[in-house]
T-cell receptor, first 113, second 115 residues
Framework: DAKTTQPPSMDCAEGRAANLPCNHSTISGNEYVYWYRQIHSQGPQYIIH???NNETNEMASLIITEDRKSSTLILPHATLRDTAVYYCIVRVDRSYNTDKLIFGTGTRLQVFP | DTAVSQTPKYLVTQMGNDKSIKCEQNLGHDTMYWYKQDSKKFLKIMFS???????INETVPNRFSPKSPDKAHLNLHINSLELGDSAVYFCASRLTGPRGPDTQYFGPGTRLTVL
């Protein structure tokens, strides 16, 4: 299973872009990169995922390097409500029903006023 | 409407007791999961069920017995509770197959405290 490495913590000023890096140097060709976040005491929340192209949705953008060994989650205008632990996950199994998420330690993002 | 709900939200009990946590999803998903988040915040999968069939069992002690009466429900029964069972338990669900989104939706969690 491909593993991910993230910095344990980051700070970001409110209104600025938050760029959260993730290394996944052993990722396989058919494995996707997923990002979830967990706001204090709540269940994890899906943010975005991608295979090799950059992706954008209403929450964030995901930039994946050409060699797919690393990626960056971008929150374009961070707010105080974005303070959370962000998990970068490489999806383990693409088969029909044995999919599972393996969470690492994540990055604790603190957005300050 | 709550997509994935869990009851109870908090559960405090004595060591040795038997307790159950319930999970329901109204998303029409066919796969449900139980995850455990310990005091160090590590979040780890325990079980998954697809169409009421056990698919994943991550070497969890057999004191933990999941039960899925139908696709919308996955309950977790724990026998002979131990101090180390204290954690937050999260239920999640997903729609598998080509029509399904590639995401898992999580419930709000059940904080279990064993005294």
């Amino acid at each position: 299973d491909a593993k991910t490495t993230q910095p344990p913590s980051m700070d970001c000023a409110e209104g600025r872009a938050a760029n959260l890096p993730c290394n996944h140097s052993t990722i396989s060709g058919n494995e996707y990169v997923y990002w979830y976040r967990q706001i204090h005491s709540q269940g994890p929340q899906y943010i975005i995922h991608g295979l090799k192209n950059n992706e954008t949705n209403e929450m964030a953008s995901l930039i994946i390097t050409e060699d797919r060994k690393s990626s960056t989650l971008i929150l374009p205008h961070a707010t105080l409500r974005d303070t959370a632990v962000y998990y970068c996950i490489v999806r383990v199994d693409r088969s029909y029903n044995t999919d599972k998420l393996i969470f690492g330690t994540g990055t604790r993002l603190q957005v300050f006023p | 409407d709550t997509a994935v709900s869990q009851t109870p939200k908090y559960l405090v009990t004595q060591m040795g007791n038997d307790k159950s946590i319930k999970c329901e999803q109204n998303l029409g998903h066919d796969t449900m999961y139980w995850y455990k988040q310990d005091s160090k915040k590590f979040l780890k999968i325990m079980f998954s069920y697809n169409n009421k069939e056990l698919i994943i069992n991550e070497t969890v002690p057999n004191r933990f017995s999941p039960k899925s009466p139908d696709k919308a429900h996955l309950n977790l029964h724990i026998n002979s509770l131990e101090l180390g069972d204290s954690a937050v338990y999260f239920c999640a669900s997903r729609l598998t197959g080509p029509r399904g989104p590639d995401t898992q939706y999580f419930g709000p969690g059940t904080r279990l405290t064993v005294l």
